[in-house]
């Protein structure tokens, strides 16, 4: 089963503007993290935030948690064509063993 | 440092036949290991996980299993392959309370 909800599914910006993605979960978490996926590889983690962290920043990566709201949003500012990539949240939900679920992800294209 | 090995990075298996993929990890001691399914253009689907050498939960109703025989190794199994076993398989471990590091991925089609 699917925990978190990204949304929008899919983003088109131009280079240097700012691309916003939410995520929406159904349980309490222990934590919530944000990875990134080029086309046919591995996820690479882009970032973490507890609980009890309500924003985290990581170079271009603006990440808040709002858990009264069970939402996050991941910002990447001043865009660039490299930043095209899939990207998705995921829990670690609390009283759920140890699985780490994901969403259905962003697909992000940056156009130059 | 921590790694993870993945392989085959692609596969073409007949209907039928039988699957294993395996994946190693070094750096790490009792890692949490997962295994994820992923369809063009979506989600991770959950299918596997390990806390523990032969301890696998499964998510998911499927025509696959999962071994641990190792601490640090996570096998993928079918006896017989369907067409719907078709996907983007990715080994992980880490992922509670940490970050979770994952495989390059195993793209398997099954004809």
């Known amino acids: 089963s699917q925990q978190g909800e990204e949304d929008p599914q899919a983003l088109s910006i131009q280079e240097g503007e700012n691309a916003t993605m939410n995520c929406s979960y159904k349980?309490?978490?222990?934590?919530l993290q944000w990875y990134r996926q080029n086309s046919g590889r591995g996820l690479v983690h882009l970032i973490l935030i507890r609980s009890n962290e309500r924003e985290k920043h990581s170079g271009r990566l603006r990440v808040t948690l709002d858990t009264s709201k069970k939402s996050s949003s991941l910002l990447i500012t001043a865009s660039r064509a490299a930043d095209t990539a899939s990207y998705f949240c995921?829990?670690?939900?609390?009283?759920?063993?140890?699985?780490?679920?994901f969403g259905g992800g962003t697909r992000l294209m940056v156009k130059p | 440092s921590q790694t993870i090995h993945q392989w085959p990075a692609t596969l073409v298996q007949p209907v039928g036949s039988p699957l294993s993929l395996e994946c190693t990890v070094e750096g790490t001691s009792n890692p949490n290991l997962y295994w994820y399914r992923q369809a063009a253009g979506r989600g991770l689907q959950l299918l596997f996980y390990?806390?523990?050498?032969?301890?696998i939960s499964s998510e998911v109703p499927q025509n696959l299993s999962a071994s641990r025989p190792q601490d640090r190794q996570f096998i993928l199994s079918s006896k017989k392959l369907l067409l719907s076993d078709s996907g983007f398989y990715l080994c992980?471990?880490?992922?509670?309370?940490?970050?979770?590091?994952f495989g390059q991925g195993t793209r398997l089609t099954v004809v």
């Open positions: 390990s806390v523990g050498i032969g301890q």
């Open positions: 995921a829990t670690d939900a609390y009283n759920a063993g140890n699985m780490l679920t």
């Open positions: 992980a471990f880490g992922g509670r309370y940490i970050e979770a590091f």
């Open positions: 349980t309490s978490i222990n934590n």
